[in-house]
């Protein structure tokens, strides 16, 4: 059977898996399955079941079966198996108790398909996030940004499948070159507000000005898909998971996206207030970062998520999601100033 089109597990990597998750010898284990997340390239299943020890013990487990497809994204065309190849390196040591990726128990690749076996995480996550969690998050980060950009550890010099540090800049020119988001905001018949549009050609005009401010910012390892899906909060720790866009990119962002990204529009301005102060307080206790007078946060917010969300706005399926999509252009105008 092919482990990505059934609902099949193999009991040999079953029980090995469960073998180095409960620290025991597993002979035999039960199982079911739950899909958690899908995708035309990628499962995620939920695994529980009792387990059976050598020495006649039954254990309940719970965990995680990730397979991931080969495909193809623009510009970074070997992220789909980046997982793979960040969980069979020593990755896991560059984090902290307090900030970490979850653990991975095995991870195989057949061909063009990967296969993840990992811990289970709980917590708080998306919009039930609180803003007090959103600003220990954001120190937490700076943080761990901080940490490694100064002490720069040989694991990160021995990955090579990382993305890119003009990642960020080649994603805005491919969106800016989208006549259909391109001609739009510029037309008579764009139902965007006219101060808006503005805010957004405004970028476009002055975009090698504004890349040459950016690109004066340290060059950190970001997770680049920093977003509240992906954040899991408890006991006052984070869990990260979903790293496979994750690589070298300017300091801010992961806060970019933290604030941005599918956000809580309600407390945009607050989180905008509030986490970048949080994130240059943690980078600071590894970095001397005095010297950057302008963190540039405004303008990445509007290269990483500008014509994303003029995008999200045209093609919305209901007003209550073009409205959500408006409300979030309008929060960003609003911190243009701060």
């Not at 997340?37 to 006649?56: I, K, N, P, W, Y």
């Not at 896991?92 to 990992?118: Q, T």
């Not at 000005?209 to 898909?225: A, G, Q, T, W, Y």
């Amino acid at each position: 059977m092919n482990n990505h089109d059934e609902r099949f597990v193999k009991p040999e990597i079953l029980t090995l898996v469960l073998s180095k998750m409960l620290d025991n010898k597993i002979i035999r284990a039960n199982y079911q399955l739950k899909e958690l997340q899908g995708g035309t390239v990628g499962v995620v299943r939920l695994v529980t079941g009792m387990a059976e020890t050598s020495d006649g013990k039954h254990l309940p487990y719970k965990l995680v079966w990730k397979t991931q497809k080969k495909f193809e994204r623009y510009g970074d065309p070997d992220s789909w198996r980046r997982e793979y190849d960040l969980y069979s390196s020593d990755f896991k040591m560059v984090f902290f108790d307090s900030f970490r990726c979850p653990e991975c128990y095995h991870a195989e690749i057949n061909g063009d398909e990967i296969h993840l076996w990992m811990e289970y995480i709980d917590g708080v996550s998306g919009l039930h996030l609180t803003p007090e969690m959103y600003e220990h998050i954001a120190e937490e980060l700076g943080r761990f940004q901080g940490k490694l950009y100064t002490e720069r550890p040989n694991v990160l010099r021995n990955l090579p499948n990382l993305s890119k540090v003009g990642f960020t800049r080649n994603y805005y020119q491919r969106y800016r070159s989208w006549n259909v988001l391109y001609d739009y905001i510029r037309s008579d018949d764009c139902e965007i507000p006219n101060h808006l549009c503005k805010m957004l050609i405004d970028i476009d005009i002055n975009a090698d000005e504004v890349f040459s401010r950016i690109e004066k910012l340290p060059i950190v390892l970001c997770h680049r898909d920093f977003w509240v899906a992906n954040i899991f909060y408890s006991d006052s720790k984070i869990v990260l998971i979903d790293w496979d866009t994750t690589g070298w990119g300017y300091m801010g962002e992961d806060i970019a996206s933290l604030i941005t990204d599918e956000a809580d529009v309600c407390h945009m301005v607050e989180y905008y207030q509030k986490c970048i102060p949080a994130y240059y307080r943690g980078f600071t206790e590894y970095a001397d970062v005095s010297h950057i007078s302008d963190h540039c946060m405004y303008e990445l917010i509007l290269v990483m998520f500008g014509y994303r969300l003029v995008e999200w706005y045209k093609f919305a399926r209901s007003p209550e999601d073009k409205a959500m999509h408006l409300n979030t252009l309008q929060k960003i105008h609003e911190m243009r100033d701060m």
